[in-house]
């Protein structure tokens, strides 16, 4: 809250200061009205005091509207500026972080951890400052009407605190162990969203709902744990409570009797402890859900403290516009240490060079690739495009020079033209038709109901995986990069469909470097080189001529395809 403290203290602070003073005025007035008025029955004297009493409440009334007016605006600012920052942040991490945590995790720390942030933010942190000075003006008010009186009951506190404090270690390990398992049930619920359909083709239902029980009952069950040692404070400051008022009526009595106090005086002192226990009662509600916070703040800051694992140099450049040299210089690279995905890769592509990349799964095609782009950094090595390591530039200026097409597209929710134009974001309605007609998707989209402005919903599950995969071409092709990578982008489009597009390419990839990671012969034959791999390593080289002559790894990649189609046919 620290960048808000010009905005809290000139109104809040003043706010809270009258709402305090205000409050512990109206003992002191029911104090002069018994002694003062009522036992001498000046009726004059009492409305005159109940006048003063009205205004007083009044004007709390006033300084706690505005108070809370002024926290909750100040709260939820905190509360908005934490989520983005922890969404920026989270924009800006890299692969390395999304494969070792669910989504689920990830989601539930930018809700609901926020969330449970709120309330202390917005009335917490005032109430807690509130508190504090309405329990020093009691005890000051206290000890100044009578030593003795005020002392006897003021010394239940610490054995109130005594007994409290052992419970503090407890709460706090439990909502810890709380925010572990609701992530975990949010993780699983995330994938079985997401996973529905192999679920039920499946029919793993009941399996599903199963485990779902399981975790369910255990977040539970966690929850209750926290919630009963929570609950323990209420019962333990009520007790507290009672003993004090039996120490003042018993000891109170006595001094009346001695004429050390007045009965107004008793009565004012009553009214004191009893508005003595609430800043009390609300100061372990207080702890309890700072506790709460604690166990969701640790979360949270357990992201924004993660630094991404491929970061900008202080003194990145700006990568001019490329031409689209790319070199690939003895490269290693490795997923989990020990394993090598990549094993001394060297390659020098030409600007306007197409390169296919084939290789049986795991060969390492798709690494090459996610290097190029800087989504991983290599182990040794580098990556050079016009002869610039691209770790010394910046990854904005990197990647917007670089287009890529996967196999598994992604589609956002919203209109078909703007999942298109999210290639470009400045590009008019012309150019994303004229990017989506290169591709041949002009002609499906158009029999949409709405067109381009049809909605469609999250991962595009009103389109087929060929229209998906058209849309992502579309996309791609309207960020105009000098650098295209295709990985596997073909796979799921029909025969026809291909066809087309191929056609297109032959146009939309002159002049530019193109990657091709792909199976089908059709694709990859009419590349400038070919590369094979196997196990991470570059094992031949050559056109799709050159290569069949040499009957080796590709010659046994065409012929298992050739024998897989006239099978398939």
Excluded at 206 to 218: D, L, Q, S, T
Aim: charged share 20%.
């Amino acid at each position: 809250m620290k960048p808000y403290r010009k905005q809290m203290l000139p109104i809040i602070i003043i706010m809270m200061l009258v709402g305090a003073i205000t409050k512990l005025t109206i003992p002191l007035l029911i104090r002069f009205a018994i002694d003062d008025a009522i036992t001498p029955k000046d009726r004059n004297l009492l409305m005159v005091i109940v006048g003063i009493m009205l205004g007083v409440y009044i004007i709390q009334w006033l300084a706690n509207t505005f108070r809370i007016k002024y926290t909750n605006m100040i709260g939820q600012r905190v509360i908005y500026d934490l989520r983005h920052d922890l969404f920026s942040h989270i924009q800006k991490l890299s692969f390395r972080f999304f494969d070792t945590r669910p989504a689920g995790s990830v989601l539930v720390r930018v809700t609901n951890y926020v969330n449970s942030l709120q309330d202390l933010f917005t009335n917490g942190v005032v109430n807690l400052l509130i508190d504090c000075v309405q329990l020093c003006g009691i005890i000051i008010i206290l000890l100044s009407f009578n030593f003795k009186l005020g002392a006897a009951i003021i010394v239940t506190v610490p054995l109130m605190f005594l007994i409290s404090t052992k419970l503090r270690l407890k709460i706090r390990r439990a909502w810890q162990d709380v925010t572990i398992k609701q992530s975990r049930l949010n993780s699983h619920l995330n994938e079985c969203i997401q996973g529905i359909r192999v679920t039920q083709a499946y029919t793993q239902e009941k399996e599903n709902i199963g485990y779902f029980h399981h975790m369910n009952m255990v977040n539970r069950l966690s929850w209750n744990r926290a919630s009963m040692l929570n609950q323990s404070f209420g019962p333990i400051i009520e007790v507290t409570g009672a003993i004090g008022y039996c120490i003042l009526f018993w000891l109170g009595a006595h001094l009346i009797k001695t004429g050390e106090i007045s009965v107004g005086l008793l009565v004012a002192f009553a009214t004191y402890i009893g508005y003595f226990w609430e800043p009390i009662t609300r100061l372990g509600q207080m702890y309890s859900q700072l506790l709460v916070a604690m166990a969701s703040a640790e979360r949270i800051f357990e992201y924004i403290d993660e630094k991404p694992t491929v970061a900008e140099l202080p003194n990145a450049a700006e990568l001019k516009s490329i031409e689209g040299n790319v070199k690939f210089e003895n490269l290693v690279f490795e997923y989990e240490p020990g394993r090598p995905a990549l094993k001394g890769i060297n390659l020098d592509v030409q600007a306007g060079q197409s390169i296919a990349l084939v290789g049986h799964t795991g060969s390492g095609k798709s690494t090459i690739m996610n290097l190029l782009c800087r989504f991983y950094d290599p182990v040794e090595g580098r990556v050079l495009i016009d002869d610039q390591d691209i770790r010394e530039v910046t990854i904005q200026s990197l990647r917007s020079q670089i287009g890529i097409v996967l196999q598994d597209t992604f589609i956002f929710s919203g209109t078909i033209r703007d999942n298109i134009r999210f290639g470009r974001l400045d590009a008019t309605d012309a150019e994303v038709e004229l990017a989506a007609k290169a591709v041949h998707a002009h002609d499906f989209i158009v029999s949409l109901p709405h067109g381009y402005d049809t909605e469609v919903q999250e991962r595009g599950n009103v389109l087929s995986m060929g229209q998906r995969q058209l849309i992502s071409f579309a996309r791609a092709l309207l960020a105009n990069p000098r650098i295209l990578i295709l990985d596997e982008a073909t796979a799921s489009i029909d025969t026809e469909t291909e066809l087309k597009i191929q056609e297109a390419l032959k146009t939309l990839l002159a002049g530019r470097t193109s990657f091709i990671v792909a199976h089908r012969l059709s694709t990859i034959r009419g590349a400038d080189k070919i590369i094979v791999l196997d196990h991470g390593r570059m094992m031949e080289s050559g056109n799709h001529e050159e290569l069949l002559k040499e009957q080796k790894i590709y010659y046994g990649l065409i012929q298992a395809q050739y024998k897989f189609l006239q099978d398939a046919g």
